[in-house]
């Protein structure tokens, strides 16, 4: 059975700091690329960054770049996101998910999911 548990999430201050993680269970994590996205009310659902099988090649959103970073370990099978200087904007869940092979901004190309963690900044 395939699992992908976030956590991490919860309440800041804007310009503040929160470290997402994303343990996967019932795959070998190496095997699948690594996506972040998040949902707010009112909005579609939106890739945040993703990260390759290997940890090398990444991808970020214009709207994170250069405050999130993404990151992986291979032999805890566990994804991190860490974000910096958030922003009221930012405020969403976030769902870590998996895709075999190579990662996809395409929501619907991602095998596995996380049930969600909340992210509320404040202003």
């Known amino acids: 059975q395939v699992q992908l548990v976030e956590s991490g999430g919860g309440l800041v201050q804007a310009g503040g700091s929160l470290r997402l993680s994303c343990a996967a269970s019932g795959v070998t994590a190496s095997n699948y690329a690594m996506g972040w996205f998040r949902q707010s009310p009112g909005k579609e659902r939106e890739l945040v960054t993703a990260?390759?099988?290997?940890?090398?090649?990444?991808f970020y959103s214009d709207s994170v770049k250069g405050r999130f970073t993404i990151s992986r370990d291979n032999a805890k099978n566990t994804v991190y996101l860490q974000m910096n200087s958030l922003k009221p904007e930012d405020t969403a869940v976030y769902s870590c998910?998996?895709?075999?092979?190579?990662?996809?901004?395409?929501?619907?190309?991602?095998?596995?999911w996380g049930q969600g963690t909340q992210v509320t900044v404040s202003s």
């Open positions: 998910a998996a895709r075999y092979s190579q990662y996809s901004n395409i929501f619907r190309e991602y095998n596995y």
């Open positions: 990260i390759s099988r290997s940890g090398g090649p990444t």
